[in-house]
C-alpha cells in the first residue's frame, strides 16, 4: 500500500505538521516524587517521539483535586511548569511539535488519591465498579455549585497560561473518557437542573466556556478537543449522543478551532455489565456525522495502524490519526513506517502504568535492532 499520503504535510490551525502519524495522549505516570514535577526519564520519552506529526502529552491534571492517577506529572504549580520547559524543549530540539492535554478528573478519582480532598462531579452519581487504578470502589461526587464551576473553569484558563509560559505548541482539551468535561457532556453523569444541564445547549457549557478561555490564552489555531461520543469507560452514556455532539461540533466549528481528535470507540453492548447498548448501535460511523460538520482537523484514535490510517484519509474520512500504543513500543514509529520496517506490537501491559524504566525507555529503536 502507497504509504505518502502519511507523509504528506498538513496545516492544523497554526501549526503545519510535517507528517500524519501523531502521538496520543498515553497516561504512564511515571512521576517519582509526590511534586508531580516531570522528571529526566519524562524529558527522554518525549524526545525519543519528537519526529510524530504532533505529540500529545499525557493528560495534565490542573489543580490537587483533578487527579485521578498516582505519578502523573501536573501543569499547576511553578515547579511543574519548569519541569514540562525541559521537555518541551527537548521535543522542540529535535524538531518536533508538542501539545498538552489538559484535563480534570472530576468523580473519576478518590480522595485517597487527591490528598483527602472530596472529590467533585456535576450530579452525585458515582461510577460504577472499582477506581482503574485506585482498586476501590468509586466514592460518591459532591455535586459542584456554580461558584465551584466558575474556580474551575479559572483553573483551567490558568493550566493554559501555564502551558503557554513552558512553551507547548498547544493544547488540547481532555473532554472524553468520563471525566469532567464528559462527565457534563452526558446525561448519565449529568443530571443537574439548572444552566449546566438538561438541555444539550446547557450540558455543552461547561466544555465551550473552558475552550473559550484556551482560545484567549493560545488563539484558535492553537486549540483542539478529544471527545469519546459512544465509549462506556467510567461508567459513561448518553441517551442521544447524535443529538448532542452534532450540537458540540456545530458549536466548535463556530469557534474555528484547529482539530476535534475523536475516540472512534467500538465497546460492545453491556460493557462491564452497565447495561447500555454498543457503541456502534447509537452512532455507527462517527466520521460520517462529523466530517460534514466541521472544517478543522479531524483526528481519529482507537487502535488504528498504518493500513486503516491510510485508508480513513484516502476515503475523506478524518485527516491524521493519533497512535497510542504503536508509539510505546515504537519510539521511532515515524520512521519505521517510512520505511516499511517491521512494526514492534509486543507491548507489555504490565508496565504501562508503573514505575521505572523497564516498558518506558527500554523499547528499542529499529536500528539498536538491526546491531544485536
Known sequence: MDQSILFKPLKMGDVELPNRICMAALTRQRCESKDLVPTDMIIEYYGLR?????????????????????????????????GWKKVVDKVHSKGGRIYAQVWHA?????????????????????????????????????????????????????AAENCKEAGFDGVELHGAHGYIIDQFLRDSSNQRT?????????????CLQVIDEFINVFGRGRVGIKISPVGRLNDQY????????????????KKKIAFIEVKDDNDPANLFDFGYPSSKEQIPDLFDVFRPL????????????????????????????TFGRLFISNPDLVERVRNGYELNTNWDVDTFYTKGIKGYLDYPLYSQQQQK
Open 50 to 82: 519528537a519526529e510524530a506529526g504532533f505529540i500529545l502529552t499525557e493528560c495534565v491534571p490542573i489543580s490537587q483535586r483533578s487527579l485521578a492517577f498516582p505519578g502523573e506529572p501536573g501543569i499547576y504549580t511553578k515547579e511543574q511548569v519548569e
Open 238 to 253: 448518553d441517551s442521544d449522543p447524535l443529538k448532542l455532539y452534532t450540537y458540540l461540533v456545530k458549536e466548535l466549528e
Open 294 to 321: 466541521f472544517s478543522g482537523i479531524l483526528l481519529a484514535n482507537n487502535q488504528y495502524t498504518p493500513t486503516t490510517a491510510i485508508e480513513g484519509i484516502e476515503k475523506g474520512k478524518f485527516d491524521a490519526v
Open 194 to 206: 439548572d444552566e449546566y444541564g438538561g438541555s444539550v445547549e446547557n450540558r455543552s457549557k461547561l
Open 106 to 158: 472530576g468523580r473519576a478519582s478518590l480522595s485517597t488519591l487527591q490528598d483527602g480532598l472530596e472529590i467533585w462531579g456535576p450530579s452525585p452519581i458515582k461510577i460504577r465498579g472499582i477506581h482503574r487504578r485506585g482498586l476501590t470502589e468509586h466514592e460518591v461526587p459532591h455535586e459542584m455549585t456554580i461558584e465551584e464551576i466558575q474556580e474551575v473553569i479559572q483553573q483551567f484558563r490558568q
